[in-house]
């Protein structure tokens, strides 16, 4: 299969190219990359036009590829290309964790990355790429939220599970506690009634009460005040986010998940659910092909 893209003809598509594929470098910035599935009985049947974008975003541990197989069943059933997204650790500064999760780190801005991403993708797989959704789990739920307010246009469905530090879309506060300043920092005006066309589904386990790597101390590194303002664990900061978006006229699900503490695969599994239920593609669409 060969995509026009307007200038010389890519190559045909590889078989490396479809189903899980490897590592791929992003060509904004070869340090990161991002690995996809791609539908087999999609790329056979001539209907790539026709998938969705699904990214899915890691959290600290940085298991892209295992996050990304979570989501395959799904998108065999809805017709979806999963974007899986690598952001190493240690970028300038060796023992750094944290880069990607408040949108920039020392001039990288890493929603403009995972939009260069998705042009990577549209252009090769002649993927519309205009609309996406998304999902973020711990550090990953991080970028999902704060990449929400930055580019809700891009949006139609957002999953974001188990953030440790929410941003509230409270604009008495500066970023990352809040959105006062986002324009100034970003470039980005704050567009509420972009922001309420998205359905956004927010996801913790009950029991998900650790305390001990998202509590702020003050002279730490991501120190403001009112660091810790949104509630003590993870469960107080979700329903705190929560509540901010609902009282900004957002249309929010919430799902408080019975004796799970910090499990990827639970929120996922909440999350697929949560796709499943919103994104207006037939079920039937791959399977038909199979």
């Not at 509540?243 to 799902?255: I, K, P, W």
């Amino acid at each position: 299969m060969t995509i026009d893209n307007g200038n010389e003809p890519d190559p045909p598509l590889s078989r490396y190219e479809i189903g899980r594929t490897a590592a791929i470098a992003c060509q904004a910035d070869q340090r990161f990359s991002y690995c996809l599935y791609v539908p087999p009985s999609l790329a056979d049947a001539g209907r790539l036009a026709e998938a969705r974008i699904l990214v899915v975003i890691h959290g600290t541990e940085r298991g892209n590829q295992a996050m990304r197989d979570l989501f395959v069943p799904l998108a065999d059933r809805l017709g979806l290309i999963v974007m899986a997204p690598l952001f190493p650790a240690g970028i300038i500064d060796p023992y750094d964790r944290d880069n990607y999760k408040y949108v920039e780190y020392n001039g990288i801005r890493f929603d403009h990355l995972m939009l260069a991403m998705l042009d990577e993708i549209g252009a090769r797989y002649g993927v519309p790429v205009e609309r996406i959704s998304m999902f973020g789990f711990s550090g990953g739920a991080h970028l999902a939220h704060r990449f929400l307010y930055l580019h809700p246009e891009r949006l139609d469905a957002l999953s974001v599970c188990s953030p440790g530090s929410p941003t509230l879309l409270d604009e008495t506060r500066d970023w990352w506690v809040g959105v006062r300043d986002i324009e100034q920092r970003f470039g980005r005006p704050l567009d509420k009634a972009a922001l309420r066309k998205v359905a956004v589904h927010l996801a913790v386990g009950d029991a998900d009460t650790d305390t001990d790597e998202i509590t702020h101390s003050e002279g730490s590194p991501l120190w403001m005040e009112g660091a810790n303002d949104a509630g003590v664990t993870r469960v107080d900061r979700l329903l705190s986010l929560a509540a901010s978006l609902r009282e900004n006229g957002l249309g929010v699900q919430v799902d408080l998940l019975p004796g799970i503490r910090h499990e990827r695969q639970a929120l996922a599994d909440s999350a697929i659910v949560f796709f499943e239920s919103v994104l207006a593609v037939k079920p039937q669409m791959v399977a038909d092909d199979a």
